[in-house]
């Protein structure tokens, strides 16, 4: 039974591309339009901070799988508007607001210290002065839900250390990327966790509405790594030859119902997707969010994939869980157009433009 | 005569490329416009004339204009809403003010103009400022002395006078005047003043031409 979703509003000032963005009225499934450029992916990837907050690379992660060098103290001004300035994100959740400050700051002994052991085997160590210099601090709560940590550049990279960690609420989160393909083996381990969670029929079902061939998934051994396969009437497959269309719903429904009151970040997913299914995809991910409780976030160009979405989520009787925001930018500084699911009707009606 | 200023068919998405936008309740008032914009002399390349099909549809028309990219971004930067009385004047200038808030636009005034955030916003109400009617309540004033209009309303009128309970007059005596008018045969106003029946350097038109002055000198 659905009680709520995390992410309920989000103010994002000074960090990477984002001036200042403040979006406003988010639910449990949001879609992200917007020009190229305008800030999707850079918008997914901070709500993927927010929540990997535990990670002491977590700021660096992002640009990782984007596979952006990050070097020196010059690497530094990629999380900043203006690195002279602090970045600050605030966004709502259902316990009440929070808010997290990234600032440029000296890193104190302690920091140090645990940046330096945490190198120990590196070709670079040469005790605390290596990391003597700037670093980022990252911050949040007060009190016994105190959180910070620093980041510091070192070698190509970056290293992280955590100083305070005070009790804090944070989702699991997901991100599926096109970029970022899930390997056998962790499919195979998300299955496994769906199956201990008892939530084995429960993904057959949705599955079966896009394949009712599918009857079971079954994790088979080739070589030493573990596989899903697919059995059907016909025999066992693969996943991975059932096609992409098939495997990003199985990754999908796995991420929402592993993750559980968690949060799905989906990039540009349905670019995998067959027009023909795209509406079928969304009333599944609808039903399962809201079954397993989870909020989703997607971005699309697609005209075609967000007016899917709106129907798919009106078939699974869930009109009120969508919200569509555009993203835009003019004069550097980046807004967001909200849509609910009756303005996408009428846009939809009158032959609109939205994206 | 080729249409100008309205997009027929519609094209779906439609992107809104250019800088002014009116959006009227029905086909009649956007080829009236087209025909007023023409012979002004108006820029036939910023403007468009868009028709909603009745007055019920103006709101989601509003809202969703109000969300587009062409809106947002500034690229489509003054949108008028033309509409009749009808009945009530004060009624219809209070209803639509209340549907351009809803759609978070701004409310002018029948009338007027109102600027916001680099965008003009319009509302004008047939047949003028303070008057109950519509569009051929306007157009009937421009003609009133023409003798294929007198002949109309005497031929309305009479009707009346035996009993026959005929509604909109106004619309029936501009239709009896085109149907004796020379050019090609035609149900409604807009058609008819495509065949150049409507002498737009009349008064009557005046104030109209005033608002449209004011509205499309936006900056």
Redesign the interface.
């Known amino acids: 039974m659905s009680t709520g979703f995390y992410f309920h509003s989000i103010r994002i000032e000074n960090f990477r591309l984002f001036r200042d963005l403040e979006v406003s009225d988010l639910k449990r499934i949001n879609i992200i339009g917007g020009f190229n450029g305008a800030g999707k992916s850079a918008l997914l990837e901070t709500l993927f901070f927010l929540v990997d907050l535990r990670n002491p690379i977590c700021l660096v992660r992002p640009f990782s799988w984007r596979q952006t060098p990050l070097m020196g103290d010059e690497g530094l001004g990629m999380f900043f508007q203006d690195l002279a300035q602090p970045a600050k994100i605030s966004y709502g959740t259902p316990n009440g607001k929070r808010e997290i400050i990234i600032e440029k700051a000296t890193l104190p002994p302690a920091a140090v210290s645990a940046l330096s052991a945490t190198l120990i085997s590196g070709p670079m160590v040469g005790g605390s002065s290596v990391f003597a210099g700037n670093g980022l601090r990252i911050k949040s709560g007060t009190g016994p839900h105190a959180f910070e940590s620093y980041l510091a550049p070192h070698g190509d990279g970056f290293a992280g250390t955590i100083t305070k960690l005070g009790s804090q609420e944070l989702p699991t989160c997901q991100l599926l990327s096109s970029n970022l393909r899930v390997s056998a083996v962790e499919m195979a381990e998300w299955w496994s966790d769906c199956i201990k969670q008892n939530k084995r029929d429960a993904v057959l079902s949705y599955l079966k509405i896009l394949d009712p061939s599918v009857n079971n998934l079954t994790i088979l051994y080739n070589g030493p790594n573990p596989t899903i396969y697919a059995e059907r009437h016909s025999g066992m497959i693969p996943i991975d030859l059932l096609g992409d269309g098939f495997r990003n719903l199985l990754t999908t429904i796995l991420s929402i119902f592993r993750l559980r009151n968690g949060i799905v970040l989906l990039d540009e997913v349905d670019t995998a997707l067959h027009y023909t299914i795209t509406d079928k995809y969304w009333e599944i991910v609808a039903r399962a969010a809201n079954e397993a409780d989870c909020q989703i976030f997607a971005t699309s160009h697609s ?1 075609e994939a967000i007016l899917s979405a709106a129907t798919g989520i009106e078939r699974a009787g869930r009109k009120a869980d969508f919200r569509y925001l ?1 993203l ?1 930018k ?1 004069d550097s500084i980046h ?1 967001a ?1 909200l ?1 609910s699911h009756e ?1 996408i009707s ?2 939809s ?7 | 005569m080729a249409y100008k200023y309205i997009t027929l068919p ?7 490329s250019r800088e002014v936008l009116f959006v009227t309740e029905g086909q009649d008032d956007a080829l009236f416009l087209e025909a007023l914009l023409e012979a002004r002399k108006e820029d036939v390349g910023r403007i468009e004339v868009r028709y909603t099909d009745g007055i019920g549809g103006i709101s ?2 509003l ?3 109000a ?4 809106f ?3 690229r489509l930067r003054a949108i008028c809403v033309i509409v009749d009385a009808d009945d009530s004047f004060q009624e219809t200038e209070k209803r639509f003010q209340k549907e351009l808030h809803t759609a978070n636009l701004p409310s002018p005034n029948a009338g007027a103009v109102v600027a916001r955030d680099r965008h003009w916003i319009g509302l004008y109400i047939f047949p003028r400022t303070g008057s109950i009617g519509m569009l051929e309540d306007l157009v009937l004033d421009s003609i009133r002395t023409d003798p294929r209009a007198e002949l109309a309303n005497n031929v309305l009128q009479k009707r009346i006078e035996e009993g026959i309970p005929l509604d909109l007059v106004s619309k029936r005596a501009v239709q009896i005047f085109l149907a004796i008018s020379e050019g090609q045969i035609c149900r409604g106003l807009g058609r008819g003043i495509r065949n150049g029946t409507i002498p737009f350097d009349h008064n009557t038109f005046e104030e109209l031409n005033t608002f449209l002055d004011d509205f499309l000198a936006y900056r």
Request: aromatic residues 14%.
């Open positions: 005209r555009r835009e003019a807004s157009v849509y303005d009428i846009a009606q009158h032959g609109f433009e939205f994206r | 519609n094209i779906s998405p439609h992107s809104f989601g028309f809202s969703g204009i969300k587009s990219p062409a947002t971004q500034h």
